[in-house]
C-alpha cells in the first residue's frame, strides 16, 4: 500500500499473510462474507513467488486453463498466451486481477510478519511487523508457501566467493547481463533446470553441479490459440473444467488409470506410454497406470521408458550414465520431475560441463570458484544456487508464533509436524494455513487445492460468525489421527526409497531434528477433500468451538 501506513490497526476480523496465489483468493472469499480483512505482504508486490522468482525460464508446471482463479468475473475476459505461462504472463494475470477486484486497497507490502502471540482473554492475535506495524486480529491465516524459504547450501567459505552468487529464486529483479560470462549452477530441480536450458546459449561457459540426476518429461510448449479460449467459454467449457478438477486424484484434467500396469497388456502400456509422452507435462507422472507408486519392478519399467527417450536425445554417450543412469537413483516419480524444452541437449554444447558432485564433492568456495574433491578448481564469475527450498515448515516457523501458554509453534514442531487436515494445530486457536504442511500438496496441483482449502476455511468462519463463536482450536487427538492417516497412505507407496526430497524433509537431514518422514498428504485431492467435508458436516468434529 502507498502512502502512510499507521502504526496500528483497531481490531480486524482476518489477517492474511502472503499476497500470492493463496492470499488474493482469501482476501476476495472473505471479504465477500463481510469480514474485515487485511494482508501483510512481505514483497513489494502482489504475486508471491511469480513476483520473487524472476530467473530466466521460470514458468508455470501445469497449463493455463488450469492455473487460474475458478471465478467468472475473473476469467471471462481473460486471454492466455502460452499452453504453459511465463512467470511475465503470470506477472500480468495478477495484475488484471488487482485491477478486476480492487486487492491491492487491502494490502500492505513491504511487511514482513515478524511475530503473533494469542491473547486468550480476548480471543485475539496480536501481530507485529518488522516496519513496526501492529495488528489485533481474530483470524490468522498464512499463506505463506510451501516453497518460499530458499536453501542455502552449507558449502565451506561460500561467502569468500569475489563474483556474483545468489539463489535462483533471488535473481536480480533488474535482469542481469551474462553475455561472455563464465557462470556455475549448483542444482538440477525443477528451477535449476529453467535456468541451465534458458542461460546455456548466453553464457560464454556454463558448469553445472549435479547431484541427482533430474528425471524431467518434456513440457512439450505451444501457443494457446485466442480463438480456442473463445470457444470454450462460449461452450461452457470453463465451468466444467473447474468442476472436474477436484474430481481427479491429481487436480488436473487427467486421471491415474482405471486398472493397475500389471493388468494392462504390453501394447496397450507401450501405447498408452508414447501418447502420453507425446502429450507432455506430467501426463507420463500423474496419468499413468497408479502402481508405478507403489511396486518397483512397475516402477523400473516406467523409468526405463523414460531412460531411453532421454538417452536417445544425447548425443554423447559419456553423458548418459549421468544424466540417465541405468540403475534410477531414486524410483521415478517420488520426486517432482521437472519439466524441460531442451535440457537434455544442452549438455552436448561445447560451451556446457557437467560436474557430478557424488563423484566428485564439493570441498569449498574459493574467490572466483569452487573446489572439489581431488584438486580440480572451476573458475567462474557468477554463481547460482539452484538448490531448492525449506518446504512446507520453515515460513511458518521463521514467524515467532506463541500460542496457548506461550507455545512457540516452532517448538511444537521440532520432533513433527502436527496439524488437522492441513490447515491447523492444536495450542493455536484460530490459526489456519493455505497449502502448508500436511495439505495434499504432492501429486497435486496446488491451484486446485489452495480454492478449496480457502473456501473450507471461509465457510468455517462464516460458520463461527453464525454462531456467535469467536474460538476455534484443534483437537489433539484429531492432528494424531490426521498425522496417521499420511503416514499409513506414505507408507504404502516408495517414498522411503528417495534419500533427499523436500516432500519428506530428508533434503535437510543435515540440519532438521524432525524425523524424516512424509510432510504432505499423497491420498489424492478426492479423499482430502472428503475429510475437510466430513468434519465440518459434523459440526466441526475434530475442533474445540466457543
Known amino acids: ?197 534458458n542461460i546455456a546459449s548466453q553464457v560464454r561457459h556454463l558448469t553445472v553441479f549435479q547431484r541427482t540426476p533430474n528425471l524431467a518429461l518434456p513440457i512439450n510448449q505451444s501457443r494457446f490459440d485466442e480463438k480456442e479460449q473463445v470457444k470454450m467459454k462460449e461452450m461452457d467449457l470453463y465451468n466444467h473444467i473447474f468442476r472436474r478438477l477436484p474430481q481427479t486424484f491429481a487436480g488436473f484434467l487427467y486421471e491415474f488409470q482405471p486398472i493397475p500396469f500389471t493388468s494392462a497388456t504390453t501394447e496397450a502400456q507401450r501405447l498408452l506410454w508414447e501418447s502420453q509422452w507425446k502429450a507432455g507435462g506430467f501426463h507420463f507422472w500423474l496419468g499413468n497406470y497408479p502402481d508405478i507408486f507403489s511396486d518397483e519392478t512397475v516402477n523400473r519399467e516406467a523409468y526405463a521408458f523414460w531412460r531411453s527417450k532421454v538417452r536417445a ?40 560441463s557437467l560436474v557430478d558432485v557424488k563423484e566428485t564433492p564439493i570441498e569449498q568456495v574459493t574467490p572466483n570458484g569452487l573446489a572439489v574433491r581431488g584438486g580440480t578448481i572451476h573458475t567462474f564469475d557468477i554463481l547460482v544456487l539452484a538448490t531448492g527450498f525449506d518446504s512446507f515448515t520453515s515460513a511458518i516457523i521463521d514467524i515467532n508464533i506463541r500460542g496457548c501458554n506461550d507455545v512457540s509453534i516452532g517448538k511444537k514442531w521440532k520432533n513433527g509436524v502436527f496439524t488437522n487436515i492441513g490447515m491447523t494445530t492444536s495450542d493455536f486457536p484460530n490459526l489456519f494455513f493455505v497449502y502448508g504442511p500436511q495439505a495434499p500438496s504432492v501429486l497435486a496441483n496446488s491451484t486446485s487445492v489452495i480454492p478449496r482449502q480457502s473456501d473450507w476455511i471461509t465457510d468455517c468462519l462464516k460458520f463461527l460468525q453464525d454462531n456467535d463463536y469467536t474460538r476455534i482450536e484443534t483437537k489433539r487427538d484429531a492432528e494424531e489421527a490426521w498425522r496417521y492417516l499420511i503416514l499409513e497412505i506414505a507408507s504404502k507407496r516408495l517414498w522411503h526409497k528417495c534419500e533427499s526430497s523436500w516432500y519428506t524433509g530428508s533434503n535437510l537431514a543435515s540440519t532438521n531434528t524432525r524425523p524424516v518422514e512424509m510432510l504432505a498428504f499423497s491420498g489424492g485431492l478426492p479423499l482430502y477433500l472428503e475429510k475437510c467435508a466430513e468434519a465440518a458436516d459434523n459440526g466441526y468434529q475434530g475442533f474445540e468451538l466457543s
Not at 494482508?39 to 520473487?52: D, L, Q, V
Not at 559419456?318 to 524441460?340: N, S, T, V, W
Request: aromatic fraction near 12%; charged fraction near 20%; charge should be neutral.
Open 313 to 352: 536425445r544425447i548425443r554423447n554417450p559419456a553423458l548418459h550414465e549421468k544424466l540417465a543412469p541405468i540403475i534410477p537413483p531414486h524410483p521415478f516419480g517420488i520426486k517432482q520431475p521437472g519439466l524441460e524444452q531442451g535440457y537434455f541437449e544442452v549438455f552436448d554444447r561445447e560451451n556446457v
Open 1 to 197: 500500500m502507498s502512502g502512510h501506513t499507521p502504526a496500528s490497526f483497531d481490531c480486524i476480523d482476518a489477517l492474511v499473510v502472503g499476497a500470492g496465489f493463496a492470499g488474493l483468493y482469501l482476501l476476495y472469499r472473505l471479504r465477500a462474507l463481510g469480514l474485515s480483512v487485511k494482508i501483510f505482504e512481505a514483497a513489494s508486490g502482489i504475486g508471491g513467488t511469480w513476483h520473487i522468482n524472476r530467473y530466466p525460464g521460470v514458468r508455470t508446471d501445469c497449463e493455463a486453463v488450469i492455473y487460474q482463479y475458478d471465478l467468472e468475473e475473473v476469467w471471462k475476459d481473460w486471454t492466455w498466451k502460452d499452453k504453459y505461462p511465463s512467470g511475465e504472463e503470470i506477472q500480468a494475470y495478477f495484475r488484471y486481477v488487482d485491477h478486476k477486484l480492487d486487492l491491492k486497497r487491502d494490502i500492505y507490502f513491504n511487511t514482513r510478519v515478524t511475530g503473533a502471540k494469542w491473547d486468550e482473554p480476548s480471543h485475539l492475535w496480536n501481530v507485529s511487523t518488522a516496519s513496526g506495524l501492529f495488528v489485533r486480529a481474530r483470524f490468522l491465516i498464512l499463506c505463506t508457501g510451501s516453497l518460499s524459504k530458499p536453501l542455502i547450501p552449507n558449502i565451506k567459505d561460500l561467502s569468500t566467493f569475489e563474483g556474483r552468487c545468489f539463489h535462483s529464486s533471488h535473481w536480480p529483479q533488474e535482469g542481469l547481463d551474462l553475455t561472455g560470462k563464465h557462470v556455475a549452477v549448483i542444482g538440477t530441480g525443477s528451477s535449476g533446470i529453467q535456468v541451465i536450458e
